[in-house]
């Protein structure tokens, strides 16, 4: 409960302040939340507005968790956290606390596009204090349980991390509606999504930034290049805590109906699906990989959405097997510098398999590899790994050096490298295999499948067949 009220007292601070006109001061002020300095992106500054300080909405929902609801219409402002409301509206000194309406110093403005709120007024609803050193311009947010402001250095840590012992970020990446985040140990995310405007929040606990290949600001702020996304207005990221360290990476989407995400951690890498509905969807666009010289990788996991494929001897649909195996697969191949990496899905969704051809046709891929599992359930006995290509042979080629690692990897009965007639390896028009892991109507099949250590077997034995057959070391 104090983290959180130490959360929604930041957030509140960073609400109160910004600049109006010409009673507005722009300050570099720093804000520390119990002896802790607090990492504020490069578009935020601290404000000063009739000597109150001011500061962004959004700051406050993302900082401090609180839940946020803005009205465009009546320029309200509705900020909840558990049993407490509070109600502002723009160029309105009264505001409503619970049922009772109160008088604010300063009301909330919109000052460049950006809607501010008195930061003490906030914080003290929500149980907090709040304590201004003029001279060094620094804005202290204190729990109501700490007796005095804590004689810490701005800029220095109060805390004992070691930071030998923090994971770092080395990559940040976002394509195909999917957030890619390499990091060189483990840091368990905690994600939330926020309304007005949506968006889906990533913190990384213990985490500071490696070298990235990405520019980062003097403030330790950066984003990426998400022009060709209509439904993400921006991927921002930032050291949110120095001390101890916290990485923080907020997608904010645009004219959304509705945002569904799942994550995968493997390996290095946390991988988060965004299902997004909305206004501007459209099919996922594919930058343009023609003249990048590298070779271009589609992996397909059979079924999803509404198609489960067939069901295993446990009554679990094929589709989650499928992409199980696939996002590993990706997780590999996104470390390979020579190869450009697609997928056909990437979370619980229905490409139809025209769909599928289409898109590999069109990014004249050099490599289409389909993941499926098998079923004879008046065979149950039935057992074993198969793989099918379709008459050229090229396919033949990549069928039968994928194969022989699959086989060795999964340990079950070899049934073949065969020719077969299936639509995603007769339509496409490069080499193109259909793998067929393992039987889910097998009890053991089925149990090697499900294995998180037989599926990382299996994906770095696809993964390496495709790099022997593309010539890549």
């Known amino acids: 409960m104090k983290k959180t009220i130490l959360l929604l007292f930041l957030s509140l601070f960073f609400l109160v302040v910004l600049p109006h006109q010409g009673n507005a001061a722009a300050s570099t002020s720093k804000i520390f939340l119990d002896g802790e300095e607090l990492i ?36 309200n402002v509705k900020i909840q956290q558990n049993d407490k409301t509070i109600s502002l509206t723009v160029d309105q000194k009264q505001a409503m606390v619970a049922d009772k309406q109160v008088t604010l110093n300063t009301a909330p403005l919109i000052l460049n596009n950006t809607t501010v709120v008195p930061i003490r007024f906030v914080s003290e609803q929500m149980g907090l204090n709040v304590k201004w050193n003029n001279k060094e311009k ?24 070691n930071p030998a012992a923090l994971t770092r970020v080395t990559d940040i990446q976002f394509a195909n509606n999917q957030l890619v985040v390499s990091m060189d140990g483990e840091s368990k995310p905690v994600m939330t999504t926020l309304k007005n405007p949506d968006r889906l929040v990533v ?8 070298d990235l290949p990405q520019p980062l600001n003097q403030n330790m702020n950066g984003k990426l290049d998400v022009d060709a996304y209509p439904n993400v207005t921006e ?31 493997i390996a290095d890498k946390l991988i988060i699906d965004l299902n997004v509905t909305g206004d501007n969807v459209a099919t996922v666009p594919v930058t343009p990989v ?32 499928n992409l199980a195996l696939a996002l590993k697969v990706q997780a590999l191949l996104l470390n390979e510098p020579d190869i450009e990496l697609v997928m056909t899905r990437d ?22 590899v389909s993941i499926h599992g098998n079923n004879v359930e008046s065979s149950p006995q039935a057992t074993g790994t198969e ?21 060795k990897a999964m340990g079950l009965k070899d ?52 790099k022997e057959y593309l010539g890549i070391n």
């Not at 793989?387 to 086989?407: D, P």
């Not at 109507?441 to 034995?461: C, G, H, P, T, Y």
């Open 290 to 321: 023609g003249d990048s010289g590298r070779k271009v990788v589609v992996i397909d996991p059979g079924h999803g959405g509404k198609d489960p494929g067939t069901t295993s001897i446990t009554n679990k649909p094929e589709k989650e097997y």
């Open 387 to 407: 793989t099918f290509y379709y008459q050229r042979s090229s396919s033949k080629e990549l069928a039968n050096i994928i194969h022989q690692r699959l086989v």
């Open 40 to 75: 504020l992106p490069s578009d935020v500054q601290v404000t000063i507005v009739n000597k109150n300080v001011m500061i962004p909405i959004r700051v406050v929902a993302e900082n401090l968790k609180f839940k946020v609801d803005w009205n465009q219409n009546t320029r």
């Open 415 to 466: 049934r073949g490298v065969k020719n077969g007639n299936l639509e995603v390896i007769r339509d496409t028009t490069m080499a193109a295999v259909l793998l067929e892991v393992g039987f889910l109507s097998n009890v053991i099949d089925e149990e090697l499948m499900s294995s998180d250590v037989v599926q990382m077997k299996a994906a770095q034995a696809i993964a390496d067949g495709i």
């Open 235 to 265: 991927v921002r990221y930032s050291l949110f805590k120095q001390d101890p360290g916290q990485v923080r990476i907020v997608v904010e989407l645009n004219q959304v109906k509705d945002v569904q995400y799942s994550q995968n951690l």
């Open 203 to 210: 913190d990384l606990p213990g985490a500071v930034f490696g």
């Open 138 to 161: 620094i804005v202290y947010l204190i729990n109501t349980d700490t007796s005095k402001v804590p004689n810490v250095e701005p800029g220095n840590g109060s805390g004992n991390g």
């Open 347 to 368: 979370g619980d969704t229905y490409p139809t398999r025209p769909e599928r051809v289409r898109l590999a046709n069109q990014l004249n891929a050099d490599v289409f």
